[in-house]
């Protein structure tokens, strides 16, 4: 026991050089700011395996870093963004129940006999998309109503004037063309662009507090920790039904109150579920490829490259995804490997 937590304080020192090395490094120049990702992995890892203290003491020494080097408002950014909410993800990875492993159906890479195992859900990295979006609405909240900077508008300006110049070099025929596929309208709405970035970050950075996080506690820690694999992503409860029904009162609350503009409420709702059904559909992806010598007799192969080149790669997953949704696929296909994938999360 005493060489098991020697080796774990060790490894947690490790943790936290390489967190606020990659804290500072990041803000060196915009082309380094992808080694944020590795804060926020580093930071899901220390707030999974210290206690409280440690945690917002790793957080509080990240930040005064970025302080010190880049000022208030990259210090508002970080904290915001990116380490407040990968502390709380840790936190909430680290706080699930332990569960039998004979009590889940999922598939878990692990022993077999292993008694029992702390089985971190599905449903704790769909919480986790939401944290981190809910940190950037914050991050923009607090520049705007706090220190006077409107991010959204000083975006939609720089996004106007990027327009403007690309319309001055194409041609008149060109530009009717492109007008009329309404692109320039979308890029022009600096609301949903924002709406969208913030929705693609959130999903991105859960990916990897999920799916790089928990694995590196589980290889470094030696933790006995049970995770849905990525090939095994299926979102649980009734989404398709309820993006349907949303969408269908929405409408109707729209036609009953013109003031209010719910067609884009109703976009962004879609683009939100759009995006999860494209994790599902890219997962059930990747398990075919891994399984593919148990399923390849009983993939519908026809159905799904019309959908991919008939309605675009991105679109056309998101539809594998929402049918995986309703027809289960993995466990149509793989007869040879009971309870993976699907609805088994009790």
């Known amino acids: 026991m005493v060489i098991q937590n020697r080796r774990k304080n060790?490894?947690?020192i490790i943790m936290l050089v390489i967190l606020l090395a990659s804290t500072f490094f990041s803000r060196l120049a915009p082309i380094l700011s992808i080694l944020m990702f590795v804060s926020v992995i580093t930071m899901t890892v220390i707030s999974m395996q210290s206690n409280l203290i440690l945690s917002i003491s790793a957080l509080v020494l990240s930040l005064v870093i970025v302080f010190i080097t880049n000022g208030n408002i990259a210090m508002i950014q970080v904290a915001s963004m990116y380490l407040i909410p990968s502390l709380i993800v840790g936190c909430l990875f680290g706080s699930e129940n332990i569960k039998d492993l004979l009590d889940t159906?999922?598939?878990c890479k692990g022993r077999k006999n292993a008694g029992s195992q702390r089985f971190i859900s599905i449903k704790f990295f769909l919480l986790a998309i939401i944290i981190f979006a809910f940190g950037m609405i914050s991050y923009y909240t607090i520049m705007k109503n706090i220190l006077n900077i409107d991010l959204i508008k000083i975006f939609g300006s720089n996004i106007d004037k990027f327009v403007t110049s690309y319309k001055n070099l194409l041609k008149p025929e060109d530009l009717k063309k492109i007008e009329e596929t309404g692109v320039f309208n979308i890029l022009q709405d600096s609301g949903t662009?924002?709406?969208?970035t913030i929705y693609v970050r959130s999903i991105a950075l859960a990916l990897i507090s999920y799916f790089i996080g928990i694995p590196l506690v589980k290889g470094l820690y030696k933790e006995n920790v049970c995770f849905t694999g990525i090939e095994n992503i299926f979102?649980?409860?009734?989404?398709?039904?309820l993006l349907f029904v949303t969408s269908v009162?929405?409408?109707?609350?729209g036609r009953s109150y013109p003031a209010f503009d719910m067609q884009t409420v109703i976009n962004n709702f879609i683009l939100i579920m759009n995006m999860l059904f494209f994790l599902?559909?890219?997962?059930?992806?990747?398990?075919?490829?891994k399984r593919w010598a148990y399923v390849?007799?009983?993939v519908n192969w026809i159905l799904f490259i019309f959908l991919i080149v008939f309605m675009g790669l991105v679109p056309g997953i998101s539809v594998i995804g929402m049918l995986d949704n309703v027809f289960n696929y993995r466990e149509r296909w793989?007869?040879?490997?009971?309870n993976n994938g699907g609805r088994n999360e009790r």
């Open 10 to 12: 060790y490894i947690n």
């Open 105 to 107: 159906k999922i598939l």
């Open 193 to 196: 662009l924002v709406l969208i």
């Open 235 to 241: 979102l649980p409860g009734k989404p398709v039904i």
């Open 249 to 253: 009162i929405l409408f109707f609350i």
């Open 280 to 289: 599902e559909g890219a997962s059930l992806i990747i398990y075919t490829i």
């Open 296 to 298: 390849k007799g009983n």
């Open 334 to 338: 793989d007869v040879n490997l009971n």
